[in-house]
């Protein structure tokens, strides 16, 4: 059975008997404390004592095998289809879950995740279940401090995702332009056809490729549109890919800008400026360093080279108009933001370093590496050249 120290500690001092999740394992803190990957809710109970898993019978054989739990129990060993016909199946495994955790204490009070089920959660205090919720997100604390494990699934996503980069750079750099557009042996070169042949040697790979980004021109202003028409000459193609493994599920993100053609004087100064910003960013790195602190030097520098941030100007829509960086692990974003917040880095914080400027008029221009915090500073995962010219 794996234990986690930081959980263990906050348990113990916040005077909790366990830490409880209900939901699949596409919910990450699922995931990561039960070691178990089932599409369908299942339910965890985390003590400084074991972890137990209450999983359906459809579940059970795979559960044993595979999840890090020394307890592992099923539906119809709490009488559940009997309980159904007479209560219908909420109730049924509410009462469920309520015995499979009464088995470890009476009168047991439990911390569960903010996304906790609310259904589940008024069930269970109602069976006299005590249930508070995680306001300082202790675990999800936890999970941002990689272990060398996570760490080398993450180098590998970040591998792949480094030389699915490569092949957009070579689509766009082998193009042609006519008329404003880039074109390939006489066809028009279109996001989507950038995004299916990064998503191909994604999967390939063993990765999910997600929603990857290949946004041109005008759509390039906006962060999370995804891209779709022509690729646009002369003006920012911003190519953003967040790909997750397919057995292990963690992530890596990347991001890089390029233009086919002749960029105005103004790209070229949005580019490097953003460079700049990145650079100053990176180079603060290290076990506690402040995130609020990471995030003002690169609105310093943008506010300082003309342009507005969230920080000069909240209402702006144009500017450096989203957070400096955010964890990257399980989920593709997660703790700690590197934002206006103050955060304190940790040794194996995985965090990503994405300055940018956006404008309608401009196109957007988006650098994105990965950072590992170490001991002595941070290491970058991300190798891949920063250059705009395709």
Known sequence: MVHFPQLDFFLHEAGYDGYLIDSSSTDADQRYISGF???????????????????????????????????VKRLSEYEFEDKVMKMGSVDARLDVIAEFISEVKKDIKL??????????????????????????????????????????????????????????????????????????NGEVITSEIVKREIEFFLMKNGCDAGDIIVASGEQGADP???????????????????????????????????????????????????????????????????????????????EEAGYETLRSNPNTSIGFIHSTGHGVGLDIHEFPRINSEEVILEVGNVITIEPGLYDPDEGGIRIEDLILVTENGYENLTKYPKEIFA
């Open 37 to 71: 990957n089932a599409p369908d809710p299942f339910t965890t109970l985390y003590t400084t004592d074991d972890v137990r898993l209450l999983v359906s019978g459809l579940e059970y054989e795979r559960a044993c095998k595979e999840c890090q739990s020394s307890v």
């Open 111 to 184: 911390v569960v995740p903010r996304n906790f089920p609310l259904e589940t959660a008024d069930g269970l205090r109602k069976r006299r279940i005590g249930i508070e919720i995680d306001s300082g997100r202790e675990l999800a604390r936890v999970r941002s401090c990689k272990k060398d494990e996570e760490i080398i699934q993450i180098r590998r996503v970040q591998e792949v995702t480094e030389r699915a980069m490569e092949i957009a750079e070579k689509i766009i750099s082998d193009a042609n332009i006519r008329k404003g557009v880039l074109y390939e």
């Open 224 to 302: 999370h549109d995804t891209g779709r028409g022509p690729l646009i000459a002369d003006a920012p193609i911003i190519i953003d890919i967040f790909p997750s493994d397919k057995v292990s599920g963690y992530h890596a993100d990347m991001t890089r800008t390029f233009v086919k053609g002749n960029p105005s004087d103004e790209i070229l100064d949005r580019y490097s400026i953003t460079r700049e910003a990145m650079e100053s960013a990176i180079g603060m790195i290290q076990p506690g360093a402040k995130g609020n602190e990471i995030h003002n030097i690169v609105c310093d520098t943008y």
